[in-house]
Every structure is written in C-alpha cells, then in structure tokens.
C-alpha cells in the first residue's frame, strides 16, 4: 500500500513522503496531558490534529496503533529538574490522594475528548504505571556512558553526549547557547552541567509518590515516560511521534537523546507538532493562567466568552485552520465557526433528499481529487474544507433548481461527502439538541402545530395563526414558508 | 461521627456495627474486573452493591475513599496457576497488543458502568501498572518464610502458612480437604503442595507481559494485586473489602493469607459478599458461556430477551434484591422493575407540583426512620424501597385529593424522597428519552399544542380538537384533562 501522503517532519524541517515502516501499519505515539487540572482549548489542538491524521489514515487503509500517555508522576513545575510534582502539588492543595487528583482529571480529560468527537487511543499508558521499563531504559543509558549518579538521582549527561550525537537535532538549540542562558538555581549542584536532565529522582522524605530503584527511592524525570512507553508499545523504531510545539524542547529532544541513549538509534522517523492556540498573541497555557478551559468554552461561562461554543464548533475552528499555523482564539472566528459547520450541517441534510437530474454540470472527479491532494499535503483541512464548502454551494444549487446533478454523481457525492465530514473530519453531522429519540418527537409535534397554522391561515383566523408564530418565536424556532410547505429551525 | 450501620461480615459470619477505623473516613476496596470481554449482567451486581454502600456512606456524612482495580494482567484460564493469561489469550485470538484489548474493554467497562449510573471509584489502579508493589509484597512475604521460589517463580506455602494461622478462615474451607480434592494439573510438580499459589509466575518465551523481578522475568499472581493495590492506597488495615461471592475462595482467602503472610495481620474489618446472580438456577459467568452481556440487555439483542431493557431498569431489578439474596435472572423479573420504577418515577413528577394541605395525615418521621433502618440494617434495599413505595401512595392519593399533606411535611417529602432515589439508591429520576436539551423544547410545544386545543374546545371547534388529539394519540401521547388543567406523557 502507498499513498502520496507527505508530511511534514520537524527533524529534517521539511516535508517528507510518508512510508509506513511495516505497511499496513502505522505507530502513532501522542504526548498526552499532565493530568492535575481540566484541559483547556490549548489541549483541544493537538488532540484534534493527531485525530485527524489517525482517522485519515485509517481512511486510506493504514491500521493505525496510536499511543497517548497519561503523565501521573515526574512532571515538576519548572522544566530544570527542580520544583514540586505538578499533581502532587495538587494533592496537596486538595489534600487528596495523588492518585485521586490524577483519576479525577483523567476521567475530565476523557469527557472533553469524548465531547469534541476524539476517538480514543488504543493504548493508553500512565507514567506511574511504566516504572519498571523507565528504570530499564535509564540502565541501558548509564550503560552507553550517557548518564550518570549522584547523591542517589541520576542524570542525563548531555555535554557528553553532545561530543558524539548533536543534542538541540530538533529544536535547533546549541548545547553551549544552553549552558550560557541556564542560571542556576537551588540544588542544581547535583548536575555536572545545568543543561543535563533528570532520568530519576532521589524522593524527599515527604515525597508520596515513589518507587524503589537501584538508585534511591525516587521517581522518574519527566521526558523519560515517553521514551519507555512509546517503545514498549510501538517497538524501538517507530512511524510518527507527535505533539505540541511547545514540547519541542525540551521534552522531545530529550526523548531522542535517551532513545540514542539507550538504543543507539532515533525513535521514529517523523516528529509532527502542532502550533500553540494564542490569546491575545500570547501561547495559552495552564502555567501562564490566562486558559479557557473546554468546559468553561462548552458551558460560555468565562469573562472573554460572549457565549457558549459546541464542541464540535470547537473543533471546527481548530481544523479550519492549518496544524503548523497559529490559531489565535476570538469570538468572531469561533462564530464564524459556528455559522459554517451549521452550512456544512445543512448541506448534508439537503443533501440526503436531493433528486437527479439527467446530466451534471459538475465535474465530482476533480473536485474529490482536490480535498484528497489538500489532506495528503501535510494534512491541509483547511484547503480541504474549502473545497468541501464548494460541494456545499452544488448541493444547494442543485436543491434550488439550479444546478444538474446526473444519477450516478448524485450517488457519489451522497456518499462522498458523509465520509469526509463524519468519518475523516470527525465532525458530528447532528447539532447535539437534535440528538437522540426526542428528535422524533419535536417533529410530530411541530408537524402538528405547522398543520394547525396552516389551517387557521386557510380560514383566515389570523389571531391563532399569529398565536402560533409569536409562540414558536419565543421558542427560538423560526419557520419559512416554501413551495413545498414549511420548514423550521431552532436558533 | 457515628451511625448505627451494621454490615454483614463474611468473616465472622454475622452481622456487626460498622465502626470506621479513621472517622470520618471509610476505605473502601472493591475487585474491579478482569478487562477481556463486555461486562456482563453478573458484573453489574457487585458494582451496584458497593456503589450503594458507598453513595449511604457519603449520604449518612462519611468521607468515603473507593478504591476498584482493573486486572490487566495475571489472571489465567483456570485458578490452578496454570493455562493462559485470559488478556493474552484475547489478544492471540485478536491479534492485538495485549495492552490493546486492556483498554478496549475497560473503555466498555466504563460505559457500562456510566450506564448503569454507578459513580466511578476515586482510584483505579491496574495490575500492571503495579508490578514494583507485588513484588514487594512477595519479597515481604519470603521474609515471613511463607513463600518459597522454585525455578523462577514463587509461590504461596499454604500448609506451612496453615500451621501459625488457619487458611480457610474466610470460605470455611479446609486445607486437608482442599489437598484430597486437588487434581494434579501439568505443570504443577514445581509446587510442593498443590494447594500453593502462584505470587509470581516465570513467564514462557512466548508470553508478552512480562516484567525483571528478582526471580525472573515473568508476571505477578493474580490474587497478589489486590493485596499490593489496596494496601498501596488505603493503607495495611482498612475498613472494607468487597466483591462478588464467587471470590471468597480462592481470591480473597488468598489475599488474607497475603495480608498476614507481609505485615502479620488481616487487611481490613470488614469483608462483604454480594450473592451471584444466577440463570434457570445456574451462575451467570464468562467461564460458563451463559451470560448476557449489559450491551446485549440494554439493547434486548439477545435469544433470551423478550426486549430491551433500561440501564436504570436494571440497576433497579439489582437494588430490589437484598445483595446477599441469589436473584435469577428473567423477563418477568426485569419488565416488574421496569414498571415499578416508573411509577417511583411518576410519583416524583407528581410530587413537585403537589399542593399543601392545611393538615396532614401522614406520619413522616416514622416513615424516614424505617427507611433508615432498613438501609441501616446491611443494607437492606429492597425493604427501604418497599417503604418508599408507601410514599409513592401518598403522593398519588395526596394528588388526586384523597389525602391531606401539610405544608411542612410536603416540604420534608419533596426533598426526601429525590435525595433517598436518585442520590442515595442512584436511580436516575428520569427516564432516558426525556434527557436532554430537548425536554424543554418538547414542553414548549406540547405547552402551545394544548393551549391551541384549549382555544379550539372553547370555540366548539371539534373538528380541530379532534385533529389535535389524534395527532399526539399516533405520536403516543397521553393527554390527562385535570383540575389544574392538562397534563400530558408520553408512553
């Protein structure tokens, strides 16, 4: 199997063809979330991204593994290896368990992921959960001579490794840059050198999360998970590794120096980052406190929110825009994102009543070919949805008489355009209020009622039949009136 | 903080007051399930049972911790520590990473669950997320000189346990007669008795799970989990253990003998069974083949099922059988609960719009107080639903003013009686085709649907009234003409 899909690779700054390593399959290994609050828009963007890429693939034919971590231990909250544990820190605050701070949040994080329509990984390791392979791949790096121990924790040495294999491959940082912008702080004299990284961490006595080691009773640094997880789940040499920018450095490029480190070789041959979602210009993110967080966006309840937003309008502003461009948050463009699935929601309806015509005056072939060439180029759907919103213009015309659409492009088009949307988009084709059995109900009622007000027109009783409209009104439910009878929608 | 709670103890084979060990914190452990299949009806059960005791715990004030594992690993075809891991065997079958089918079924698990609006416990630890800890454990146990290694594995020295404490003090059973009634299976001549158990098990070279020890590379027991898990997170001596009765021996019999095999005493006060539920007489299991799975009665896809049963119809149908009952599943059982549930729920409508009296007839505190005592006494649910169900009378005979409610028992009523059925039994007050944004739509309409039928009796317009009421008699709605005016349901 191949398929003209390229991406691009941030090691190489370019895009590149993608060829599965074991075609039909595909390893997909995701840098998933700290779990010690709620996620927020920023979180939706790389989630959205890599489940659009999965379902792509798997749309061609690929069998995609993808592996999402959760990080329950080692992550502190400064990047230099000092610092109190992100949820340790919370449960403290809390006074809770770690553990419970970390399956709360977990179980928050599936729903948000479960509301934008995210398929969930297949495999799902947690940090605290993977001590074991962490420990082995800290042995093989001590081994290669690339780490070292001191009072008990243990530390990558990057300035040696630098001497053989360039450390900053992928973000482009020089080690010596490195070491003359670190300042020192508190118990950085452990290290060597303030650029070396934790691999394990000797825990303070009132450290509550912490497992035996040959070292000390300690816990994992932070990048090191990754590297053990996505091995032992993907093998040594994988397809795609992918993430936010922000991890770029330094968590990815300490990745690739512990899997040299440990294994002599890169983990994967693409590394894919999605940019940040910014407000006002700036990254949003939890540590900076100027987040909206997806139920917050879900619910409207937040001062910069003029309403509340579907999830699924939240994901569709996310794949209008292209994954490496910055997306910065607005009401206006989250609107206007609301306003165009509705179109393209719409459309689909329409779509599903639409009757042939003898001939078309639409050349469908091209038209496929476009959004397929749009995605297959590093994953384009804004370029693609342009083209989908070109059907959408057909569909419409075609419903006003003014377009022709011959039998066979109309069975096309009938199925082409659910799977782009639904399956590929991932983009729920019912607004959530007209979800479920009710659906049925609210139009035998209206059919009813718009019976009812069809009648009091007919006998000219002008008091019911404004009784109705002024009622429905107050419902938000507006009706138009055409050749074929009325419709409504609710606002 | 204390109540006069007394729980069946399967240890001392009475019942006892439950005193907390740290008022007001109760710690909880449940056995979760072993995630190769969809959950079945016997899975519901316990699951129900212990979110019951813990939603009246929080109820009566007490700050509960629950903790249920799910096993991911260890777990083999039969209890003689010998055949396959079930999880490995699924994924052979399936050709998935193990850890695949892992999160498959726990993510079905959790649906079911959600379902069936069981809370989810506040810590769910994985076996294989805790293979340091069971290894401790055993090393502790070793160190007690109850557990001996042969050949890369370790196992559980049952008769020399048996000598200093007696095995069997849980299930009754005997080690002499367990040791006359052991078949001897391949491969257990490395045990020095057949009565022993596994604590670790070398892995084969073609076993997949597997994790370095300091006897081999292999995999943990299966009953070892439980012990390291809930220790680990509720501390050496907490306050109840439960699950289904089919794991009194050897599941939790092992555990006691873990227990006192690593830190000389029992692990908890309190041990509590729910009765299986059984079908034609016959346990309902994975292993026998004749279960139903919960998909399969939610949806009614099933050769035995005459319909599709609500989730919170049978988590109703559980709650009406004392937990330490047997319950035999069948139709007539399941569509009883259907009705009697929505006549609980019925009576919870009528209740919010009911109007005071200026005296009553109704005694409501001796009412609350057997309720209480009924929940009180092992939590006896059929017996507080069944006085519930005299409440249910009131309201009705209240509602169509056969009986008098003053002001301030109504006001009493109408927050006992959602707080003891929704909160405390987790019954979900309304039925699932009226969830949702659309409810309030659907009473919009219906609001202006009756109004216009109203206006049309009033003009002695039958010709419309009678449109009007055949439209929603074919949608399936029931208009009631009453007093206080029309109300109307849906069947």
Redesign the interface.
């Known amino acids: 199997m191949e398929h003209p899909v390229s991406l691009y690779n941030s090691l190489s700054r370019k895009k590149e063809a993608f060829k599965p390593i074991n075609p039909p399959h595909v390893g997909l290994y995701v840098c998933g979330p700290t779990v010690y609050g709620d996620p927020h828009l920023g979180h939706a963007r790389p989630y959205i991204t890599f489940d659009l890429l999965r379902r792509y693939f798997k749309h061609l034919g690929y069998k995609v ?1 993808y592996v999402r971590n959760i990080t329950d231990v080692g992550h502190l909250l400064n990047d230099a290896d000092e610092g109190e544990d992100k949820i340790a820190k919370k449960a403290r605050l809390e006074e809770l ?1 770690p ?2 701070v970390v ?2 949040y977990t ?1 928050r994080f599936h729903d948000a992921m479960h509301k934008l329509n995210n398929l ?7 940090a ?5 392979e962490q420990i ?1 791949v800290i042995e093989a790096i001590i081994k290669s001579g690339y780490a070292y121990e001191t009072q008990g924790s243990v530390y990558f040495d990057v300035v040696k490794y630098n001497q053989d294999h360039p450390y900053g491959i992928l973000s482009g940082r020089k080690v010596e840059e490195l070491m003359a912008n670190t300042r020192e702080l508190a118990g950085q004299d452990e290290k060597n050198n303030p650029v070396d990284f934790a691999l394990w961490k000797k825990a303070k006595p009132e450290h509550i999360m912490r ?2 080691s040959p070292w000390s009773d300690g816990f994992p640094g932070w990048h090191l998970e990754c590297t053990a997880m996505s091995t032992k ?1 993907l093998g040594n040499h994988f397809d795609i590794h992918g993430g936010g920018m922000d991890l770029q450095f330094p968590h990815h490029e300490a990745e690739i120096a512990q899997s040299v480190g440990s294994c002599g070789h890169q983990p994967c041959n693409f590394w894919m980052h999605n940019n940040l979602i910014t407000i006002q210009g700036q990254k949003m993110g939890k540590s900076l406190g100027n987040f909206i967080t997806l139920d917050e966006l879900f619910s409207g309840n937040h001062e910069k929110l003029e309403q509340a937003y579907d999830p699924q309008t939240v994901r569709f502003y996310i794949l209008q825009a292209h994954y490496r461009s910055t997306l910065d948050f607005s009401n206006d463009a989250l609107k206007a994102a609301e306003k165009g699935l509705d179109r393209l929601r719409k459309s689909l309806k329409t779509l599903e009543d639409l009757e042939a015509s003898q001939s078309s005056e639409i050349d469908l072939g091209s038209w496929k070919k476009k959004i397929y060439t749009a995605l297959n180029d590093d994953l384009n759907s804004p370029i693609a949805i342009s083209h989908l919103f070109e059907g959408v213009k057909w569909i419409n015309q075609a419903h006003e008489g003014q377009l022709k659409i011959s039998e066979s492009d109309l069975k096309d088009l009938k199925a082409f355009m659910p799977l782009m949307v639904t399956d590929v988009l991932g983009l729920v084709a019912e607004p ?8 049925g ?2 139009q ?6 718009l ?2 007000r069809k ?1 009091a027109k007919d006998n000219k009783d002008w008091t ?1 039949a404004d ?2 409209r002024d ?2 009104s ?2 938000g439910i507006q009706v138009k009136d055409t050749k074929d009878g009325s419709t409504w929608e ?1 606002n």
Do not use: C, V
């Open positions: 593994r368990e553990m419970e399956h709360f179980r969930p990984p297949d495999i799902e390791p947690s605290s959960g993977h001590i074991i082995q497992w035996p789940y959530e209020e007209n979800h479920g059995s009710d659906a109900l609210d035998g009622l209206m059919d009813l009622i019976n009812l009648q019911t009784l109705i009622a429905l107050g419902m609710k």
